[in-house]
C-alpha cells in the first residue's frame, strides 16, 4: 500500500477528530468531504439529491440553524451551505465511462454527544488531536470511517485509467440514532447499484481481525414520546391538573411489558425519562427516549406499533396529549453469498489481517442495512465487513482505534473490493 | 300505640325475613304488599307506571327470569306478575279526597347475598323465622322496613276519615347497590310530591335512639367493568393474544390513582377483579367491580367521568375490548330545615325513644337521596331519620333488629309525621 | 403385533378414559396398574420409594383426601391405599437377572379438569367411553400412554426368557402443571439407568408420524402467588385497609416487564387473578396463577427469580402478606444422539410409521425432562419421541386419538427399543 | 407612621430583591440583618445557638459552600461567615429588663429558583431594582418580609423605654420547602416564649385587606427520592441492568394510589422526575420530587408513611437501591383565640386596611407553624396574620407586591401587636 494514502488517511482522521458535529448538524465536514471529492474529479450530489426528505428522522431544526451558524464562522462558503439545501452528507460519484458494475460503500460521518477525556495517556491526547469542542466526540470511528472514505475517493482517481462500471461514495450523516440511512435508500441513488458494501471499525473485532457479516443486526426503531398536561396547584386543586408524569410512568411501565413475540427476539429500552417542573405543581411536561429491536423486520414492527398504541392510549387515560415521533430507524442485516465471499477474499490476501472470520449474527444495530437492503431486494448484491482496533467500548470518552494500523486495513478492503469487481 | 299494628307488623317482618328475595326480584314481596294495599284501598303503581326503565341499573335478567319462576311455583298469581311487567316494587297512592299536601314516604324491600349464621342465640334462630333460603339474607332490616310501611298503610286506612292530602307509600326495589331510588326519581310520581321522608333502621343509632339526617351521605357510582381481550398460548405465541388480565390490572391500580379533589372528600375502590382462565393461556375476560364516592354530586361526577376514561383507555393500549357499565348510583342527601323540623318534634314526643339527635353528616352512602333530591329541587321538603336498633352491624350474618322494640318507633316516627302534616 | 396386546390397550385406555383423575389423586388408575404390573412379576415401588417428597409440588391434600374417600368407594382396597402413603404413581421394575442395561420407560397418567364434549360424533362418545366423571376428562391423552406402558408390561412379561439387563416403567402422576417429575428424578431411582425414553402421543405429529425429539422443550415454573390484605370499608375507614389487590395487580403488571434476556427466549404469563371479596370492601385475598419459561434452565432460573422477587417486594410496597409457591416445574430437553439414533432406527422399521422426523426444538414443555436430565447427567442416553394422532388440539373438550392405529405406533416404538438394546 | 420607617423598609426591601438567595445560602442577608440587629442593641443568635441540626432538611453543602465564597467576594466579612457556623439566619432578642411577656415573630429570608422576568411594565424593573441575580428571584416576597423585620427591629429600639417583657425576631432561613423553621422550634429558643406570631404577604388578601389565620393550613412532608440501578446495554444484555427508571415510574404511579384517609384530606404530588442517561442504555440514575400533605398532624404522617413504605420496596422488587430524603415539613396552624383576637383589634385600628377577616382553613402549607404549634403546646399564644397586595400570583417571574403601601400594612400589624402585650 501506497504510504501516502495512508499519511493522507491520518491526516483527515486527526483533522475531523478535532472538530466533530453530530447528525445533521456535519456542515464542516461535509464541506471538506465535497471539496475534496470534485477535486478529484468525482460528481457530487448534495441535499435532496441524494435525501428523500420524506424519510428523514430525529433532525433539531435549531441545532442545524446554529451549526450552519458555526460552519459560516469557521469559514465555510455560504454558496456552498445553500448548495446543501441545509442537509449534510453526500454521494460522491465517479463514471468511468466504461461497461461494468455499479458499486457503493457506505461512510458515515457524524459524531457523539461525549466529553473526549483528557486522561494524558489517551491516544488523541498522546498525539495531540483531542476534539477541540466541549461535549463533542468521534467516539465510535466515524471519523475513520470518513477519512477511509476519502482516501478510497483518492484511489479511485489514482486508478481512473484502469477502472469500469460506475462508483458511489456515500458520506451518510446522522448514522448515530439510526437516521442518516434510509433516506438515502429510499431517494432512488441506489436503484442502479449493482454492489452495495458497508463496514464497521471495531465491534467484536480486534486489531488485525476482519469480520465479514453474515446476518443479524437487530432491527430496531427509536421514538421519541412527549406528553403535555396541564399545570395545577398539587395542594390546592389537584384536580385541575393533567399529570404529564404519571402519564408517562404508567406508559413506560406498561411499554416494559409488550409481550415476548415468538417469531424473533425483541427488545425494548425507555433510556430516559424527564418530566415535572416542580414539586407542588401537577407536571405538564414529559419526556420519553424509546428504543425497540427485533429479530425480523416484523417483530420490530410489532413493537413499534406496540409502542405507539400504549403510548397514545396511556395518554388519553390520564386525559393527557402525546406525541409520538419516529427518529432513527434500523432494518437487519441481509447480506448475499457472493458480495461476502468476495470481501472474504480479499480480506484473506489483504496485508495486517490475521484473521478472518464470519460473523452469523451482528449483535446490535446498524442502519447500512437500509442501503443493503435496498440493493437486494432489487436484486444487487450487498454486504457488511467490520475491522478492528483496539478499542476500549465505543462510545466510551477513551475510545481509539490506533488509526494508522487499523486504518489500512478498511481502505485495503474497499479498494480491493474494486479491484475484484470494477478493474476493467 | 294500639297493639295489633306492632303484632302485624312483627308477623310481616318476619314472614318477610323467612323468605328474602334480592334486587330486582321480590317478586314475592311485591306480591304480598300489593295485595295488602289493595285491601286497604290504596291505588296501586307498578312497573313503568312508577319506574322509569331508562334509569334502571344493576339489572341480571336472568336472575329476574328465575326469580318469576320460583314465585309461580311458590303461588305468586301469573295474572299478577304480567302486571308488573317484570319489575318488582310499587307505589300505594291514598287519596283522601280532601285538599292537603301531598306526603311520600320509602320503604325498600331487597335482601342481601349472606348467608344466615346457624347460632342457636341469633334472634332469628331464637324465634323460629330465620331465612329459609340459601346464601340470602334480610341483613340489612329491609325486612323491618317493609313491614313498617305496610302497618303505616294499614293505619291510614284506619284514619282515613281525619287525613287530607294525598300519601303515597313507596315500595323501592334494589336499594344495595343502590340501584332502585333513581328510577322511581325519574318516573314522574314524585313531581307533585310536597313531603318526601326516607329512613333506616339501626345504622349509628341504638335501640331508643333516632337520629335527624341533616346532610351528608356520599354520593355514589357503581361500575361493573368487563375486558375482552384474545386467547393465545402464552408460551407458543404470546403475541397474538390480547391480554385482558392486564388491562384489567394496569386499570385498576390506575384508577387508585384518581387525583384527589379539592372540593371534596372522594373514594375509590376496585372490589373484585376476576381474570383470566388458564396458567397458560393469554386471559380472555377480566370483569371488575368498582365503587366511587364523592363529597357533593360534582365530585362523585368527576370520579365517575375518570373510572370511565381510565378503563376505556387503558384497554386500547393493550388493544382490549372494554364494556363499562353502571350498576347503581346514589346521591348527596339534600334535607330541608322544614322537613327535619316536623321530624325532630315527632320524636321527641314517641313512646320509647330515649334520644334524638341531629347527624350533620351520614356515613357512607343511600339511594332514598334521589328521591329526597328530585323533591326538594322542585320546592318540596325532604328528610330522612334513622331509627335504631341494638345490631351486631349491617351485612352481617348475624344481624339483627329487636323488631318488637324498634320497628314500633319506625311506625310512630312516620304516623306522626302524617299526624303533623295530613292530618285534617 | 400381536393384536392381543392392541385389544388390551384399546380397552385399558377406555377403560381408564371413563374414570379420569387429576394429578395426584389418581388412586384409581394407580391401583389398576400396580394390581397389573404385579400379576405380571413386576417388583413394585410406591409413595416415597419412587418419589423424593421434597421435589414434590402443586399438590392439594384436600383433593388427596377426596381422591382417596372416592377410591376406596370405587372399590379399592384400604390396604393398597396406605401403601401409597397418599402419593398415587409408581414404577415397575422387571430385573432379568441377565446382565445389561438399566432401561427406563416415563408414562404419565393424569387427567385434565375439562368438560368432555357431549357432540354425538366425539369419539369417545360413538364408542360409549365418554368420561363418567362431570368435568374430567383425558384430554390430553395420558390415557393411552397408561395403557401403552401396560402393554409394554405385558410384552416384557412374554418375552421375559428373552431379554436381559433391568426395566423400569415409570408410570408419573401429575405431568399436567409439570409437578410430578421432579421428585421421581431426585428419588434415587434413577441413579442406575441408562436409557431413559419418554414419549407423548399427538403434539405436531399426524397419525402415522412419529418425532424424534432433538432438544428443545423450553424450562418452567409454575408459581401460585397469594396476597393476604386486611379488610376496611372502602367509603368509611379505606386508610385501614391492606389491599391484595391493587397489590396483586400491579405486581402481574410488573411481572410482565421482566427484562428480556439475551441468552435465551424467555416467557411470562399471569394466567389467572382472583381477588377481592366485595365492591365496597378493602380486598383481603388475592390469588394468581403465573407461568414462566427459558430457553435454557439459566434463563428459566432468571425468569423465577425475578416473580420471586417481584411478588414479594410489591406486596411489601402495599403492606400485604405475601407466599410465593413453585408448583410446576420442568427443564430443557437434553436429548443423546445414541438415544435418539435408536429411536429413529426403530421408528423406520415400524409398521404404520408412514414417516419418521427430527424435531429441532420442542415447543411447549414437559417434564420428563427432568427424569432424561437426571440420566444424561450422570453418563447414560436419553430422548424423547413423539407418535402421532389426528386430534384437534390438546387440553380441548374434543381431543381424541384414534386410539386402535396409533397407541400400537406408541407400543412399538417402547417395545422396539427393547428390542435392540434389552434383548439378550 | 413615621416616615423614616417606611422609607427604611422600602430601601432594605429593594436592596434584598437585588440579591436574592436561596434557602440555606442567605450569607449575604444575614450579614445585612445581624449588622443591623447588632447596632440597634439586638442581641443576636447564630448557627446551632438558633437552630437544632438535628431537624435540618433539605441542604445541600455544595451549595452552601458556593454561596459562602460569593458573600466573601461581596464583602462579607470571614469572621461573620465563621460566626454563622455555615448556617443562615439568625434571631435577634431584645430584653427590656423590665417584666413582661416574652414575644417572638417569624419574618422569613430566602428567596426562589425563578427568573425574574424582564417586563418593562413590572414593578421591579420600572423602580430599577430588578435582580441581578440570574435565576434567582425573591418571588414570594421575602424579601418584604425580612425588610418589615428590620424595621420593627429599628422600631423596638426607638421605643425601649416605653417596652417591657423580651422580644425575639426570628429570621428563619429556607421557609420555601418547608425546611427552615422545625430546626429553629427544636432549638429551645422558644421555650420561654408566650406570644408566637407569624405572617405572609399577599396570598388570599388583595391589598389594605388583613387575614386572621384561624386554623388550616396542610401539614406538609417533602421527599426526594433517589433510586439507583445499574448500567447494561439495552439491546446486547438487558437483564444485566437493574432499571432505576422503571422502579421510580412504578413508584410514582403506585404513591398516586396511596389510599384517601377518612380522617381528613391528603394530597400525593410527584412534582418532578429525572431518570436515565441514553436511549440505548438500561438507567442507573432516577430522582423523584415528593409533597404529600395531610390535614392533619397524623395524616400527613399516613402518607409520609406510605411514600417511604411504597419507594424502598418498589425499589427492590426491581432490584434497585432507593434513598428516600426528607426535605421540608410543616404541620397545621395552631392558632390560638387570645393572639388572633390582639391581631384582629390591631387590624381594625391600623391605617390603610380597608377590610379584616377571618381565614377559617388556610390554603397550602407553612413551615411557621412549627414555631406556633411549639409555642402553643406548652401554653403559649399563636397565630399568623396575612396583610395583602396585588400579586400576580407568588411564584411567578411578575411576581410584584407594591412594597410602599402593603409593607407598612405588615409593619403596623407586628408593631401594633406589641403595643398590646408588650407596653410597660
Not at 433539531?60 to 451549526?67: F, G, T
Not at 429500552?269 to 416542580?278: N, Q
Request: aromatic share 6%.
Amino acid at each position: 500500500m501506497q504510504n501516502s494514502y495512508i499519511e493522507e488517511m491520518i491526516q483527515d482522521r486527526r483533522c475531523l477528530h478535532r472538530r466533530p458535529e453530530l447528525g445533521w448538524t456535519e456542515f464542516e465536514t461535509t464541506a471538506l468531504i465535497v471539496k475534496r471529492l470534485r477535486r478529484l474529479g468525482f460528481q457530487v450530489l448534495l441535499g435532496t439529491h441524494y435525501l428523500n426528505p420524506k424519510f428523514i428522522m430525529g433532525r433539531d431544526e435549531s441545532a442545524v440553524e446554529q451549526a450552519m451558524q458555526r460552519a459560516l464562522e469557521n469559514g465555510v462558503d455560504e454558496a456552498f451551505l445553500n448548495e446543501t439545501e441545509r442537509y449534510t452528507g453526500c454521494v460522491g460519484i465517479y463514471k468511468t465511462g466504461r461497461p461494468g458494475p455499479v458499486t457503493a460503500f457506505r461512510f458515515d460521518i457524524d459524531a457523539l454527544p461525549i466529553e473526549e477525556t483528557d486522561a494524558a495517556d489517551h491516544e488523541a491526547n498522546l498525539a495531540g488531536y483531542r476534539s477541540e469542542r466541549k461535549g463533542l466526540m468521534h467516539a465510535c470511528g466515524h471519523d475513520g470511517h470518513t477519512a477511509v472514505g476519502l482516501a478510497v475517493a483518492h484511489w479511485i482517481s489514482d486508478r481512473r485509467d484502469n477502472l469500469c462500471g460506475t462508483i458511489k461514495l456515500i458520506f451518510q450523516p446522522a448514522e448515530e440514532g439510526t437516521r442518516g440511512a434510509l433516506p438515502i435508500a429510499e431517494s432512488g441513488i441506489l436503484d442502479d447499484v449493482d454492489f452495495m458494501i458497508g463496514s464497521h471499525i471495531g465491534n467484536c473485532c480486534r486489531l488485525g481481525e476482519v469480520g465479514i457479516c453474515l446476518g443479524g443486526s437487530l432491527a430496531t426503531t427509536k421514538l421519541d414520546v412527549n406528553f403535555t398536561g396541564l399545570a395545577a396547584h398539587a395542594g390546592l386543586a389537584p384536580e385541575k391538573g393533567r399529570n404529564a408524569l404519571f402519564a408517562a410512568c404508567n406508559a413506560a411501565t406498561t411499554l416494559a411489558g409488550i409481550p415476548r413475540n415468538s417469531q424473533g427476539s425483541t427488545r425494548i429500552s425507555v433510556g430516559k425519562l424527564v418530566a415535572g417542573e416542580s414539586r407542588n405543581v401537577i407536571p405538564v411536561h414529559a419526556y420519553m427516549q424509546v428504543e425497540v429491536r427485533g429479530e425480523t423486520e416484523e417483530v420490530n414492527d410489532y413493537m413499534t406499533e406496540n409502542v405507539k398504541r400504549i403510548s397514545t392510549n396511556i395518554a388519553k387515560a390520564y386525559d393527557v396529549k402525546c406525541d409520538c415521533q419516529i427518529v432513527g430507524r434500523a432494518t437487519t442485516l441481509l447480506s448475499t453469498q457472493k458480495a461476502c465471499a468476495v470481501l472474504e477474499k480479499v480480506a484473506k490476501n489483504l496485508d495486517g489481517v490475521s484473521s478472518v472470520r464470519n460473523i452469523e449474527k451482528v449483535a446490535g444495530s446498524e442502519d447500512c442495512t437500509w442501503l443493503i437492503r435496498k440493493v437486494v431486494k432489487h436484486g444487487g448484491e450487498g454486504a457488511m465487513f467490520l475491522f478492528g482496533c483496539n478499542h476500549n467500548g465505543h462510545h466510551r470518552s477513551d475510545f481509539s482505534i490506533q488509526d494508522r494500523e487499523s486504518l489500512p486495513i478498511g481502505f485495503g478492503m474497499f479498494t480491493g473490493f474494486l479491484s475484484e469487481v470494477n478493474m476493467k
